[in-house]
């Protein structure tokens, strides 16, 4: 297979986003938000589109099988919606050629008969166009992000109840954090870090519905098990190897190439600073 080449002139304008990239509208920032609404994602090439759970995986088999067009770095693409509209919009503007580079297969061999050579487009950020694209909507989702995040920490009118005792605590979500803290010995982070609060909760809630282990994700016959096992293994603490909790930490959209999991051991120890020459009482149970 041959090094990608690109041809024809850097394209270098600012960018026309479709109207589904602007606006502040709830409708708008849903597919920032919410990959399930992040839909319908338009093929680039053709008037096909695509919907439900597997939309991204269908889209991109669909470019390659079809079209032999290849999009690299998917992971950095922060609206497929989005992305598509914009680049579908701008291959109806000019030949294909003009954005992406021509990867030519088979050109070491004789036998063109069987093995023929073939052109696959590739489409990634080495363009300047599909990078400052990119950069554009990381800065959508993350304007998103910041407005969720800010209402629910400012929030008063929460319930919460506790995820190891039959306490329910009536405000802001920092009580929960902080008795959960204090009482159970168990933190996921300091709450401005968070983000999506309610529904992580509510996934660590079913978890432990199921017998199962926050940390080792083991499955207990009976609950009194798994509270021993977790107090004895001190596994109250989230798994760092689980990145389905990456959603719920603000760092995963502040700070590209940092984790969770640093912020989280960055956290514990700043309250271990802050709590220097003072005892807390823990409860045995839980």
């Not at 978890?207 to 009976?222: M, N, P, V, W």
């Not at 190439?257 to 600073?273: A, I, M, P, R």
Request: aromatic share 10%; glycine share 4%.
């Amino acid at each position: 297979m041959d090094a990608p080449s690109t041809s024809g002139a850097t394209i270098l304008q600012p960018l026309s986003f479709p109207e589904s990239i602007g606006g502040d509208d709830k409708s708008n920032a849903d597919c920032f938000l919410d990959a399930k609404k992040d839909v319908p994602i338009p093929c680039l090439l053709c008037e096909q589109c695509f919907s439900g759970g597997k939309a991204r995986e269908e889209f991109l088999r669909h470019m390659l099988c079809s079209h032999k067009f290849v999009i690299h770095g998917t992971h950095d693409i922060s609206s497929w919606k989005c992305y598509a509209e914009y680049w579908k919009r701008r291959f109806s503007q000019a030949p294909l050629t003009e954005f992406t580079a021509v990867i030519r297969t088979n050109t070491q061999t004789t036998d063109t008969l069987q093995f023929p050579s073939e052109d696959f487009f590739l489409l990634c950020d080495s363009l300047p166009e599909d990078k400052q694209l990119r950069q554009r909507l990381q800065m959508r989702r993350l304007e998103a992000i910041l407005g969720v995040q800010e209402r629910e920490r400012t929030a008063t009118d929460g319930s919460w109840p506790c995820l190891f005792c039959t306490q329910v605590f009536y405000g802001n979500r920092a009580l929960i954090f902080q008795h959960m803290l204090d009482v159970h010995s168990f933190s996921i982070g300091q709450p401005n870090n968070l983000v999506f609060v309610e529904e992580f909760l509510q996934v660590l809630r079913q978890k432990l519905s199921s017998l199962q282990c926050i940390y080792c994700e083991k499955t207990f016959k009976d609950m009194p098990t798994l509270k021993e096992h977790m107090r004895k293994k001190q596994h109250k603490r989230v798994n760092p190897s689980n990145h389905g909790y990456d959603k719920y930490y603000m760092v995963n959209y502040l700070e590209l190439g940092k984790t969770w999991e640093q912020v989280l051991h960055e956290d514990d120890e700043e309250e271990e600073e802050e709590g220097e020459g003072t005892v807390l009482l823990k409860s045995n149970e839980w």
